[in-house]
Nanobody
Framework: QVQLVESGGAVVQPGGSLRLSCAASGRTLSTYAMSWFRRAPGKEREFVGAISRSAGSTDYADSVKGRFTISTDSAQKTVFLQMNSLKPDDTAIYYC????????????????????WGRGTQVTVSS
């Protein structure tokens, strides 16, 4: 069982930056592929970015490519989402997800590929 806890959500002005964190309880994430999804008000949950278990491969939604960066710490217990040049359309609840995988360089971009989910952290981009 993996418990994921997100943090770092806040209210920020357009053009600003935030860094979200996702901490796994009591274990490393070295055998898990990870991702971030988000759900905006009145919209479906959508993929934001993913990182492979080796941290050697990443993937991003077109809407955030070049602005967001996903990474892990050296102990591989925390996954980060660095968000720059934030826009009002980025307003959403951001969820961290994890799934065990044998494949070291594979990323996954659909919700049903993930076994564990955090409860989310609210990001609001508004002036």
């Amino acid at each position: 069982q993996v418990q994921l806890v997100e943090s770092g959500g806040a209210v920020v002005q357009p053009g600003g930056s935030l860094r979200l964190s996702c901490a796994a309880s009591g274990r490393t994430l070295s055998t898990y592929a990870m991702s971030w999804f988000r759900r905006a008000p009145g919209k479906e949950r959508e993929f934001v970015g993913a990182i492979s278990r080796s941290a050697g491969s990443t993937d991003y939604a077109d809407s955030v490519k070049g602005r967001f960066t996903i990474s892990t710490d050296s102990a591989q217990k925390t996954v980060f989402l660095q968000m720059n040049s934030l826009k009002p359309d980025d307003t959403a609840i951001y969820y961290c997800a994890a799934t065990p995988t044998y494949y070291t360089h594979t990323t996954y971009s659909t919700p049903n590929q993930y076994m564990y989910w955090g409860r989310g952290t609210q990001v609001t981009v508004s002036s």
